[in-house]
Structures are given as C-alpha cells and as structure tokens.
C-alpha cells in the first residue's frame, strides 16, 4: 500500500490544522493506521492510531484531549485533527500502516510509511 500524507503547513500558536492519510489499493478497510512525528534533532514517535474500523483508538499523552483522529474507509482516508497547537508539535508527521488488528505504537510495528508532511507551529 502506499500511503499519501497532506495538509501541513504554518500555523499560530493555539491554531488548528488538519492532516490527511490516503492509501493506495483496496485493503485500506483492513489496516490499522498510525500518526508518527519527528522533530528536529529527535527520534520519530508515536502521536496516535486507529484500528480498522474506528472503533479503538490510542492517543500518547501529550496529544491528548488536542488531538483527534478519524477514518473514512470508502475513501481510504485516515485523517489528523489537531487543535490548541503548541510550539512542541512542530514536526514532521507521517502516517503509517500496518496490518494487525489492535492499535499499536511501536515504529516498527508498521509496514508502510507516507512521505510526511511539516507541521511548524510558531509561538
């Protein structure tokens, strides 16, 4: 599957934006999906994942209650609302696949990546 990633961009402290995931193939249904990020000078971390049919999510806890993440399988879209933006959130972000059931969080549990996407976040 290859996976798409948009809707970064510049945003104002506070600011919202709003991040897409779209997938190649048929299998999308199938595949629980990820959100990942790295910032400059840091390892990539887990941000928050949903299982194949929207019903688990997992949030890491600084996103919580900011963040939220949601699927549209007719259009093999995962998608990343993030509102109340900070400075910290600044990173790269990339969507990523994998094809296990539960939500999982460890980078090297998925199998596919997007390109990622910059979000900058200015105080």
């Known amino acids: 599957v290859q996976l798409q990633a948009s809707g970064g961009g510049l945003v104002q402290a506070g600011g919202s934006l709003r991040l897409s995931c779209t997938a190649s193939?048929?299998?999308?249904?199938?595949?629980?999906m990820g959100w990942f990020r790295q910032a400059p000078g840091k390892d990539r971390e887990f941000v928050v994942g949903?299982?194949?049919?929207?019903?688990?999510?997992y949030y890491a806890d600084s996103v919580k209650g900011r963040f939220t993440i949601a699927r549209d399988n007719a259009k093999n879209t995962v998608y990343l609302q993030m509102n109340s933006l900070k400075p910290e959130d600044t990173a790269v972000y990339y969507c990523?696949?994998?094809?296990?059931?539960?939500?999982?969080?460890?980078?090297?549990?998925?199998?596919?990546w997007g390109q990622g996407t910059q979000v900058t976040v200015s105080s």
């Open positions: 193939g048929r299998t999308f249904s199938t595949y629980t």
């Open positions: 949903i299982n194949w049919n929207g019903g688990s999510t």
């Open positions: 990523a696949a994998n094809s296990r059931w539960t939500v999982v969080r460890g980078i090297t549990d998925y199998d596919y």
